[in-house]
């Protein structure tokens, strides 16, 4: 069975704001940075639940090269992202979005 993913609005303007960030320090890093949290996600597709859950029913999978955590949720086949925040940020930030 096929995992459907759901992306949160926000998680795109966490994404926006980091690739600028990181496009400002170096021509074409923005782009690395959002090449590498679409490989966390689609790791996350391929096997939803072998990230550690770390708030409730909430999982997270930390990219490799940049210091940012996908926090998402996996029930019934449907993965929802609801954020991509910098590992350093205060985690209580990202509980704010759920639902």
């Given at each position: 069975m096929a995992t459907k993913l759901i992306i949160a609005p926000e998680v795109e303007q966490d994404l926006a704001?980091?690739?600028?960030w990181y496009e400002a320090r170096r021509a074409?890093?923005?782009?690395?940075f959002l090449s590498c949290i679409d490989a966390c996600i689609a790791a996350v597709l391929r096997m939803p639940e072998t990230q550690a859950v770390v708030?409730?029913?909430?999982?997270r999978v930390l990219a490799r090269r940049?210091?940012?955590a996908v926090f998402y949720k996996y029930a019934a086949?449907?993965?929802?992202?609801?954020?991509?925040?910098?590992c350093s940020r205060d985690p209580s930030k990202w509980r704010q979005r759920l639902p």
């Open positions: 704001e980091a690739a600028i074409g890093l923005g782009e690395e708030h409730e029913q909430y999982r940049f210091p940012y086949g449907v993965v929802t992202v609801y954020a991509v925040f910098h």
